[in-house]
């Protein structure tokens, strides 16, 4: 709990033909975070068997097709199922590839074709439409097209623009023999009929063309009569909507058909995709192949048992673990070439709280976890800043059906923090006597906090005084265990340090508190003390047991005077200011109940819920507000707790000991 899951090194040396079982065995239990192989020696190649050189890009080829095909299921409406047992993935490169390729790219090309065949029949009724848009301009003006290009001496030119341009146009021409017919078409576009001597045709259609002109030229086949040309056009429009209408037919059914197969296809081409970016890593001899990794360690002994009883072929299986001070997983660790990851091992009620250390950073592998103090401090400081048994029974509700709803699954344990935390405000709005805002002085059982002010800010500057010493004793237990006497004794929160803050916290205790007298000198000496130990010790703890340091002899003279001057003042001014930080933790416990007296001061200015002025529309008002302040009180004071209380978390406990340097567990699996 108080420390990430400890892990092994494995190295699995196996056979060039006994790889694809043991990848498929690792992808599905996911239990091997993968090491570079040139970490563990630089002699040996990178792993990736010659039979699967080239069948990466082969594979992605496969993939990108098959991306093709899931979007062109996805636009006709049909759900691509994505649940699939795993133990059906099969880890074959080669085979998935080879089996693969034919199908996706026959289904591709059929459904290119179909959709190729909508494009065109699309482009054709566009055509024909505009074609029988001019023919009934022709008609409009009381002419045939027939009749107009038997003209010996005329030409007419027929089209579509838009109707903002028809005054420049006439504007343009006014040097030239026209004439124009107009047909409304739309409230931007007009259908244009241009006469003009046949010497100027080409002048004319220049112009036109300058001005957003879209020629239309009409085929022979409907240059006869109109009304029969219009027929003719009406029939091949028919024809061809009938023939799209065929095709989307086909391409539903097909789609249809496809929709159970991608998804197991697309993570079969994932998981082998992965398989295979993950040989780069693998080390590799003449007829061998080296797999490298951490694994948790109370799994090793079931892994090398497993992968032995299924590789009938001799395999080699090397153990070793950071934490001895022997052995390859610990030199690697100390010369720093690989980090250990990091894994949460945490209980149900915990994991909710890991996306808040996740957030700022992953503890080392070597450090402390401090999952448990941050659900503890963080469940606290919520409920004290957020008090309100309503309040926090809508925040439970609320965060109930976050964790339960399947459609909401991803956040589920967003979910189980919301009722944590809603629980603890219950708790407090207990404590306080509030519900919804209202204060109930026989619900009270231990404060209100507009009347107790003195003792809810005094709680909140104890809470941070428990906090910051954890952080203190934390850190000197985590440099312990990293064997850094000199940040334990001499660091800006090491043991000397805190010797100071708890002295200092006892004088004004005493003396303020208390109201009784220390002599000064007793005062001065008890708090100087410790401060001249940590710059005295560090300088002679450097001269001492870093002799072997190399250091420029001007840059550590400096070094050290800045020191003296002011790590004293960094120290003393950390803890004050951290200290009374913690003041915000109970200014918000009474900004909370402030704010919901200012709610209910607003909904009684519309004639409240009782005395003589009351009435059905001053109760409606009343209502309204009261719920509507609520609920805007619920929305902001949450949004900013969680807010303040990460804060106080992250610099004010956090800065003490936990440096977030680590690196999550990525297994090798399925998905990425």
């Not at 120290?571 to 004050?576: D, E, P, Y």
């Not at 913690?582 to 200014?587: C, K, L, N």
Request: charged share 20%; aromatic share 10%.
């Amino acid at each position: 709990m108080f420390k990430t899951e400890r892990m092994k090194l494995i190295q699995i040396i196996a056979l060039d033909e006994d790889v694809i079982p043991i990848c498929d065995y690792l992808i599905k239990k996911k239990v091997v975070h993968l090491i570079d192989r040139a970490l563990i020696s630089t002699a040996l190649k990178e792993g990736t068997p010659a039979e699967f050189s080239n069948i990466l890009s082969k594979i992605e080829t496969v993939e990108q097709k098959l991306k093709k095909l899931i979007s062109w299921i996805e636009e006709n409406n049909i759900t691509v199922h994505r649940s699939i047992p795993e133990a059906e993935i099969v880890i074959d490169p080669v085979k998935i590839c080879d089996e693969m390729k034919d199908e996706v790219e026959e289904n591709v090309q059929i459904l290119s074709a179909y959709i190729d065949e909508i494009h065109n029949n699309k482009e054709k009724i566009d055509k024909l439409n505009r074609i029988s848009d001019a023919l009934q301009s022709f008609e409009t003006a009381g002419v045939s097209y027939e009749e107009v290009s038997k003209f010996n001496f005329f030409a007419a030119i027929t089209g579509t623009m838009p109707r903002r341009f028809i005054p420049q146009l006439r504007r343009s021409m006014q040097q030239v023999p026209h004439h124009f017919e107009l047909r409304n078409l739309s409230e931007d576009e007009v259908s244009l009929i241009a006469i003009c001597v046949k010497d100027a045709k080409k002048n004319v259609i220049d112009a036109l063309k300058n001005h957003y002109f879209s020629e239309i030229k009409i085929p022979d086949e409907y240059s006869g009569n109109p009304n029969e040309a219009l027929d003719l056009i009406e029939f091949n429009l028919w024809s061809i909507r009938e023939e799209t209408a065929s095709l989307k037919q086909k391409i539903l059914l097909l789609c249809k058909s496809l929709a159970p197969k991608v998804n197991t296809w697309q993570k079969l081409i994932k998981a082998n995709v992965n398989v295979l970016n993950a040989m780069h890593l693998f080390g590799k001899t003449a007829r061998t192949t080296c797999i490298s990794g951490w694994i948790p360690g109370n799994k090793a002994e079931i892994i090398e048992t497993e992968l032995k009883n299924l590789i009938p072929r001799p395999l080699k299986i090397e153990w070793s673990s950071p934490d001895d001070d022997t052995g390859l997983a610990s030199a690697l660790k100390k010369e720093g070439k690989a980090k250990v990851p990091s894994k949460f091992k945490h209980p149900a009620f915990l994991k909710p709280f890991q996306m808040l250390i996740t957030t700022y950073g992953y503890p080392d592998y070597d450090g402390i976890d401090p999952t448990f103090f941050v659900a503890l401090t963080f469940t606290l400081m919520f409920g004290l800043m957020f008090g309100d048994i309503g309040h926090g029974a809508v925040l439970t509700a609320i965060g109930l059906f976050v964790a339960k709803s399947k459609a909401l699954k991803s956040i589920a344990k967003a979910g189980w923090l919301m009722i944590t935390v809603g629980c603890s405000a219950m708790f407090f709005g207990l404590m306080f006597g509030s519900v919804f805002g209202i204060e109930f002085h026989s619900l009270s059982m231990w404060l209100m906090p507009l009347k107790d002010t003195k003792q809810l800010l005094g709680t909140a500057i104890l809470l941070g005084i428990v906090i910051i010493s954890i952080g203190i004793i934390l850190n000197l237990v985590q440099t312990v265990k990293r064997k850094n006497y000199k940040e334990f004794l001499f660091g800006q929160w090491g043991l000397l340090s805190g010797c100071f803050y708890w002295m200092a916290l006892g004088v004004f205790f005493i003396s303020l508190i208390r109201d009784k007298d220390i002599p000064v000198g007793l005062t001065v000496g008890v708090l100087l003390i410790p401060i001249v130990l940590i710059v005295i010790g560090d300088i002679f703890y450097a001269k001492l047991f870093e002799k072997n340091k190399v250091h420029d002899k001007h840059d550590g003279e400096e070094h050290s005077a800045a020191e003296t001057i002011f790590k004293p003042i960094e120290i003393t001014l950390g803890f004050v200011t951290q200290t009374v930080s913690f003041v915000r933790v109970g200014a918000f416990a009474l900004n909370h109940a402030a704010l919901m007296m200012v709610v209910y001061q607003l909904a009684r200015m519309g004639g409240g819920m009782t005395g003589p002025e009351a009435n059905f529309g001053s109760r409606a008002s009343y209502i309204i507000a009261a719920v509507t302040g609520n609920i805007f009180v619920m929305l902001l004071e949450g949004l900013v707790v969680f807010i303040q209380c990460l804060r106080l978390e992250y610099y004010e406990f956090f800065s003490k000991f936990f440096e977030g340097n680590g690196i999550k567990f990525e297994p090798l699996e399925i998905e990425d």
